[in-house]
């Protein structure tokens, strides 16, 4: 969590640390990335950078929750428009979400973030963590639509639903590296939607 020094930074010079934030972590894994390059490209003191947060980890958590937090936001008010209809707010979600994801300012990001591995460190997260997204979205679902019996249950759906997300992305990227091999962004979201059909649905034919 950032310290009060950066919080009560003038905005301009704030947006300027998390651009050279952003920068960082979009171009390098969190191994490659530097505290040095960030404040180069900020224009600030190392000890400045002191000031604002503890480490590279609280800075890259903080950077990581920002982005997650506009992205729990948008999947909860999907949801309320919905009324609480689980499944059709995620396809919705999922949908729009591809499309930033793979194509958005932050792509770069998540190619890196994905290739790295580096979607583990986002266990510490404070704020944006999986585990407040499914806490609200437990509440504000519409559990008569659903065979749940409990939250537990209603989590393990969540992390199945997630996975098939994260799956078709890290499956758009891979494919990018290879470059032989390509898949459109349209076709993505049609895979994933699909799946997340399935999982609504099954796939056993019924006679």
Known sequence: ????????????KKARLFAAISHEFST????????SEIIESAGIPRGSFYQYFD???????????????????????????TDGDLFEASKQFFASNIMDVLEGSHSKFYQTMIEAHDFRLQKSLGHG???????????QTNLSLLRIKS???FSDLVSLMLSIFF??????????RKKEDSISVIAVQEKCLKMLSWLQYGVTKIN
């Open 55 to 81: 480490d590279k980890l609280d800075c890259y958590l903080y950077f990581v929750g920002q982005i997650q937090k506009e992205r729990n936001e948008l999947y909860l008010t999907i949801l309320k428009k």
């Open 129 to 139: 963590n999986i585990h407040q997204l499914t806490q609200e979205l437990y509440e």
């Open 1 to 12: 969590m950032p310290k009060d020094t950066f919080f009560n930074l003038a905005l301009p």
């Open 167 to 176: 799956k078709s992305v890290g499956n758009y990227f891979h494919l990018q």
């Open 151 to 153: 939250f537990e249950e």
């Open 28 to 35: 390098k894994s969190f191994d490659d990335s530097a505290i």
